[in-house]
Every structure is written in structure tokens, then in C-alpha cells.
T-cell receptor, first 114, second 113 residues
Framework: KAGVTQTPRYLIKTRGQQVTLSCSPI?????VSWYQQTPGQGLQFLFEYFSETQRNKGNFPGRFSGRQFSNSRSEMNVSTLELGDSALYLCASSLGAGGMETQYFGPGTRLLVL | GESVGLHLPTLSVQEGDNSIINCAYS??????FIWYKQESGKGPQFIIDIRSNMDKRQGQRVTVLLNKTVKHLSLQIAATQPGDSAVYFCAENTGGATNKLIFGTGTLLAVQP
């Protein structure tokens, strides 16, 4: 079974631009969560989706948004990029959203904002 | 300005030795814990998990111990191999119907051949 895939793998943008990242979960998985990883803050939760509904959101500004499609694929969008948004963005999928679900991560999208 | 990165604790072990990586978690209501391994340039890889109604769980070459009294989690790796070199993260789920995980800062395991 294929793992979690994320596209693109690498991205360079300039301040003020916006970016969309994509995540395809493991086949059959209906829950997708997004995390931001930086050297300064570590791994931080962004948001969680299940059956096209956002169930939980981390402490990030409104510039960060996401959505999930009926096939469980998910996208996240960051508008008006800032230098501090440079990070590895990770997507994780799990079968359900019951809380004690094993989450499997993709390879991440590395975003560099210049 | 210059950003200050997280200082990763480092555990250096000899190949063949046993490794113990420790983690203090934050929320006494957390009911599910996971250990992940992250190699350079890759996403976190699931190693083992444990629920709060257990205090020990074993996998292949790995054991996780949970001490809820002191909010402490440990990962034991038997017969450590060079391929085990990576950053190890503990993560906790604070309960309820959410998959939100709170991650620790991570420990760098360096295996010397």
C-alpha cells in the first residue's frame, strides 16, 4: 500500500505570495492532519480534517487554511507569505479520527520564503 | 534577527548497546502516546505507540514504558544499530475525539560503529 504522498516536495516563494500544498493520504484513510516543523519551534499542529470537515485547529494565524476533498485528499494554503513561514510542512493520515489513531506521515514539503 | 533553534539533546551509543530515550509529556489527561523516528530529509516514521491504560508495550527491538505518575515516557532500543541513528520524538494525544498530537523537542540518537 502506498504511503502518504505530498506535493510538491520543495518550493521557493517570495514574501507576500501565497502557496498551496497537497497531501494524498494512505488509501482508505479518512483523517488528515497538518504540522509545521521548524528548527525554532519543532513540530506544531496546524489543523485536522475528517470527512471534509475541519475538526481541530492549532494556534496559527488565519493566513493558514486548509480543506479536504471527498476522496480524503487535503490541501493547505498559506497566504501573504512571511519569512517565518519557511518550514517543513508535514501531512499525516489515519484511518479515523477517534483520538487513538496511528498517524502516518508523508515526506513533507519544504517551503523556503525569500 | 538571528533565530535560536531548539537545542536537541543527543544520546551517543556504541553499536550493539541498548539505548534509552526519555520524554516528559505535558498533559496529565493525555491518553495515547507515540514514538516517531525522523531521519534527515524524511518525515517522521511511526515506531510504537501505547495507551494510557498500559505501562509497557514491546515491539521488535523496541519497548515503550509509560509512567503516568511522573508523566514520563521512555523508548528502549535493544542492540542499537547504525541505521537507528535519527531524531526520536515522543508525541501525546491529549484525549477526546481529535487526532491532534503534541510533540516533544526530540532526541538525536547517534550510533557509533
Amino acid at each position: 500500500k502506498a504511503g502518504v504522498t505530498q506535493t510538491p516536495r520543495y518550493l521557493i516563494k517570495t514574501r507576500g505570495q501565497q502557496v498551496t500544498l497537497s497531501c494524498s493520504p494512505i488509501s482508505g484513510h479518512r483523517s488528515v492532519s497538518w504540522y509545521q516543523q521548524t528548527p525554532g519551534q519543532g513540530l506544531q499542529f496546524l489543523f485536522e480534517y475528517f470527512s471534509e470537515t475541519q475538526r481541530n485547529k492549532g494556534n496559527f494565524p488565519g493566513r493558514f487554511s486548509g480543506r479536504q476533498f471527498s476522496n480524503s485528499r487535503s490541501e493547505m494554503n498559506v497566504s501573504t507569505l512571511e519569512l517565518g513561514d519557511s518550514a517543513l510542512y508535514l501531512c499525516a493520515s489515519s484511518l479515523g479520527a477517534g483520538g487513538m489513531e496511528t498517524q502516518y506521515f508523508g515526506p513533507g514539503t519544504r517551503l523556503l520564503v525569500l | 534577527g538571528e533565530s535560536v533553534g531548539l537545542h536537541l539533546p543527543t544520546l551517543s551509543v556504541q553499536e550493539g548497546d541498548n539505548s534509552i530515550i526519555n520524554c516528559a509529556y505535558s498533559n496529565s489527561a493525555s491518553d495515547y502516546f507515540i514514538w516517531y523516528k525522523q531521519e534527515s530529509g524524511k518525515g517522521p516514521q511511526f515506531i510504537i505507540d501505547i495507551r494510557s491504560n498500559m505501562d509497557k508495550r514491546q515491539g521488535q527491538r523496541v519497548t515503550v514504558l509509560l509512567n503516568k505518575t511522573v508523566k514520563h515516557l521512555s523508548l528502549q532500543i535493544a542492540a542499537t544499530q547504525p541505521g537507528d541513528s535519527a531524531v526520536y520524538f515522543c508525541a501525546e494525544n491529549t484525549g477526546g475525539a481529535t487526532n491532534k498530537l503534541i510533540f516533544g523537542t526530540g532526541t538525536l540518537l547517534a550510533v557509533q560503529p
